[in-house]
């Protein structure tokens, strides 16, 4: 490990944010390039499938609640989205939604595509029947392949009230002051992607201040990484939204034959689909990141906490999964089975490994204090990782595995990150003599 001062820092921070929104960038061009088949063939699939149920959700919610009550809940909760020109102003209406259906394959880019599935989220949550999506979401969360999203919205093990409600649950509470109006930063604002060319200067993340007792703020600040919004609740909707879907596809509810869907291409089957899940599971995460709602960190706590992926803070390559949960339909009866990833046959995912391991090359790698909290008399704030040192590599990643107990560690951190403590958790760690 290299001691850092804070002028050689601040360069590093810098390079840093840069880099996580160019992952982002690349991995969204790299995602649309394959338009008629493979990725957007399958995420269009799955939106199409989302169409018919949310339409369905649309003529009952109306029928139920009433049309005033429905555009009112339309504009409260499925506003600003990508969806919608404008979208920071723009009130969605009844109309708008029901236009969804005729739009073509080129409209649905992946902005809208990711809008789409944190809205049908939104609507479950409100909408929802029986037991579509919550027995989905048991079969997936009591194997362990996905965890009952803590981060996010939806937890089948509690607080169901009527047909269609399920609980907030959040194990560890997000730590933000919302109300904020400040601008993106001028380092990376050249690099965020502004739906519609909103120029205004804010995004998701400009509207929130991280607050001190934060559990991503204190991993942040430790590897000195770029600030966001808290850990991503959105990103969880997302996965609920494609999970979902994948779901009414599985038990033959939508097929697609059924999807009445103006793509101008076939629908991808439900292998097809499957074989692509964990770069279909990046799709938040590539979508929030480049647009600015959250940080890359923020949308890979919430899939690693849910073992999507197993993430390494600040390691680009381990956003890519190895593992990743298949289900049949034997039967009629769901079941689950956690399967090694071996995309022989998928190019993209080979190019999308080169690309991250590729940035991650470039990416540097510290333990940073706050800068309040550096030791008097010195200009030293951390340590950077010598990246030619394949045995202190190997340790460090080690020490970056974001899973539920290095997450609750953090959590419970009350110590200051000071240039004594970051030394003594690199010497407990054999990085530091």
């Known amino acids: 490990m290299i001691k850092l001062t804070k002028a050689e820092a601040e360069p590093l921070k810098e390079q840093r944010a840069k880099l996580d929104i160019t992952v982002a960038q690349q991995l969204w061009d790299l995602f649309e390039k394959e338009q008629r088949v493979g990725m957007m063939q399958c995420i269009r699939t799955l939106v ?208 697609p034959k059924s999807i009445k869907f103006s793509m101008g291409s076939n629908p991808a089957d439900l292998d097809y689909i499957n074989d692509r899940k964990p770069l279909i599971i990046l799709l938040p995460l590539v979508q929030m990141i480049r647009e600015y709602h959250h940080s890359l960190l923020e949308s890979a706590a919430a899939l690693s906490l849910n073992d999507m992926i197993d993430y390494k803070i600040g390691f680009y390559s381990s956003l890519l999964a190895l593992n990743y949960a298949r289900t049949y339909n034997a039967q009629g009866k769901l079941s689950i089975k956690v399967v090694p990833w071996r995309p022989t046959n998928i190019p993209l995912a080979n190019t999308v490994r080169t690309l991250l391991a590729d940035a991650e090359k470039k990416a540097p790698h510290m333990y940073c204090c706050s800068y309040d909290d550096k030791a008097k008399g010195t200009d030293d704030v951390g340590y950077l990782l010598d990246k030619s040192n394949e045995a202190e590599v190997k340790k460090f990643k080690a020490l970056a595995r974001l899973g539920p107990e290095t997450y609750n560690n953090f959590h419970l951190l009350q110590e200051k990150i000071t240039m004594s403590f970051i030394a003594s958790q690199l010497r407990s760690a054999q990085l530091l003599k």
């Open 48 to 255: 199409g499938v989302g169409l018919d149920q949310l339409n369905d959700w649309l003529k009952d919610g109306t029928a139920l609640q009433g049309e005033k009550n429905m555009k009112t809940f339309l504009a409260k909760e499925c506003k600003g989205l990508d969806l919608w020109e404008n979208k920071g102003q723009q009130v969605p209406t009844l109309d708008m939604f029901q236009k969804l259906s005729g739009r073509s394959a080129d409209w649905w880019d992946i902005g809208k595509c990711g809008g789409f599935f944190r809205m049908y989220a939104t609507f479950f949550e409100y909408f929802g029947k029986g037991d579509e999506g919550q027995e989905s979401w048991k079969q997936h969360t009591s194997t362990g392949a996905l965890k009952g999203l803590p981060f996010g919205k939806y937890s089948p093990f509690e607080g169901r009230t009527g047909a269609a409600e399920i609980k907030f649950r959040e194990t560890h509470p997000r730590a933000r002051l919302g109300g904020q109006s400040a601008q993106v930063p001028k380092v990376v604002d050249g690099l965020v992607h502004r739906p519609y060319g909103d120029e205004s200067g804010s995004a998701g993340i400009t509207l929130f201040k991280l607050l001190q007792w934060s559990t991503i703020k204190k991993i942040d600040t430790l590897y000195g990484l770029p600030e966001g919004a808290d850990i991503s609740g959105t990103t969880c909707d997302h996965l609920f939204g494609i999970y979902h879907t994948i779901y009414l596809m599985e038990t033959g509810r939508s097929t």
